[in-house]
T-cell receptor
Framework: DAGITQSPRYKITETGRQVTLMCHQT?????MFWYRQDLGHGLRLIYY???????DKGEVPDGYVVSRSKTENFPLTLESATRSQTSVYFC?????????????FGPGTRLTVT | SQQGEEDPQALSIQEGENATMNCSYK?????LQWYRQNSGRGLVHLIL?????REKHSGRLRVTLDTSKKSSSLLITASRAADTASYFC???????????FGKGTRLHILP
């Protein structure tokens, strides 16, 4: 199906485990983003990518790793999960630079770290 | 620190009334967008307004932009139950690729 998808939709993991959240888009958008959403904080940008093999930090990158070997995929890895990383994670994509372009969001992944 | 801040944090109105929410930002921008998020879902783009525009309409939505006050407002006219959602403004940081969202306004339409 066309669009932007995330997997898994729900994940429970233990403290210290490595977790990878997947994001896939079918539009060949250049830009992709990872946000986390927590009560009281709204959406906070974790990492973003302007193209394959180009990534940059957002507001809250600590504890996260990203890669983008293919334009359509942008996985987010928590190398050693902590309880503070319990959150809802949203992936987004955009055709071009700046806010002149609309961002499209995935359905989200609800991650619980126990 | 947040670039865009929505106000109020929460708003409850009767169905049929108009809902107004505001967004203030800190640095100059080229564009500002508004998004809606239904409970448990991803954000959906509503409207884009550019810095050289003062007002824009889309259906029951009206967005204004005052660059001198660094603020924008979103008006939803004749509200419906389906408008119950959180609304976010999105602004750029230093006109680069990153988009920063505010904490949102939670709108509840009462039957």
């Amino acid at each position: 199906d066309a669009g932007i998808t995330q997997s898994p939709r729900y994940k429970i993991t233990e403290t210290g485990r490595q977790v990878t959240l997947m994001c896939h888009q079918t539009w060949s958008h250049s830009y992709m983003f990872w946000y986390r959403q927590d009560l009281g904080h709204g959406l906070r940008l974790i990492y973003y990518s302007a193209a394959a093999d180009i990534t940059d930090k957002g507001e809250v990158p600590d504890g996260y790793v990203v890669s983008r070997s293919k334009t359509e995929n942008f996985p987010l890895t928590l190398e050693s999960a902590t309880r503070s990383q319990t959150s809802v994670y949203f992936c987004a994509s955009r055709l071009g630079p700046t806010l002149a372009y609309e961002q499209y969001f995935g359905p989200g992944t609800r991650l619980t770290v126990t | 620190s947040q670039q865009g801040e929505e106000d109020p944090q929460a708003l409850s109105i009767q169905e049929g009334e108009n809902a107004t929410m505001n967004c203030s930002y800190k640095t100059s921008i080229n564009n500002l967008q508004w998004y809606r998020q239904n409970s448990g879902r991803g954000l959906v783009h509503l409207i884009l307004i550019r810095s050289n525009e003062r007002e824009k309409h889309s259906g029951r939505l009206r967005v204004t932009l005052d660059t001198s006050k660094k603020s924008s407002s979103l008006l939803i006219t004749a509200s419906r139950a389906a408008d119950t959602a959180s609304y976010f403004c999105a602004t750029e940081i230093n006109r680069d690729d990153k988009i920063i969202f505010g904490k949102g306004t939670r709108l509840h339409i009462l039957p």
